[in-house]
């Protein structure tokens, strides 16, 4: 059984950084992309960033594009999300999925249980 175990959040003040780890277990980590999403009080969770099996390819969402940074260590099973320049918006609970391959082509399987970063002005 696949598990995603989140660690990282907290509160920063505006301007801030922290870095989010995701721990997974269960199967192979290395054969899977893996992405971090975030879902803030009254929104829709939405995507953040992924990266591929290799960790040659990323993927951004606009929103944190050159101010977050997605990176896998495949030796130690562990995705990071190192957020850099955090404003008020980015306050959100978020969560580490893996997805069903190599890539990031099709929604994630499997979900961790997420890390509240909260952001103050």
């Known amino acids: 059984q696949v598990q995603l175990v989140e660690s990282g959040g907290g509160l920063v003040q505006a301007g801030g950084s922290l870095r989010l780890a995701c721990a997974a277990s269960?199967?192979?980590?290395?054969?899977?992309?893996m992405g971090w999403f975030r879902q803030a009080p009254g929104k829709e969770r939405e995507f953040v960033a992924a990266?591929?099996?290799?960790?040659?390819?990323?993927y951004y969402a606009d929103s944190v594009k050159g101010r977050f940074t997605i990176s896998r260590d495949n030796a130690k099973n562990t995705v990071y999300l190192q957020m850099n320049s955090l404003k008020p918006e980015d306050t959100a609970v978020y969560y580490c999925?893996?997805?069903?391959?190599?890539?990031?082509?099709?929604?994630?399987?499997?979900w961790g249980q997420g890390t509240q970063v909260t952001v103050s002005s």
């Open positions: 999925a893996q997805y069903g391959s190599m890539y990031y082509t099709a929604p994630p399987d499997y």
């Open positions: 269960g199967r192979t980590f290395s054969s899977y992309a």
């Open positions: 990266i591929k099996w290799s960790a040659i390819s990323t």
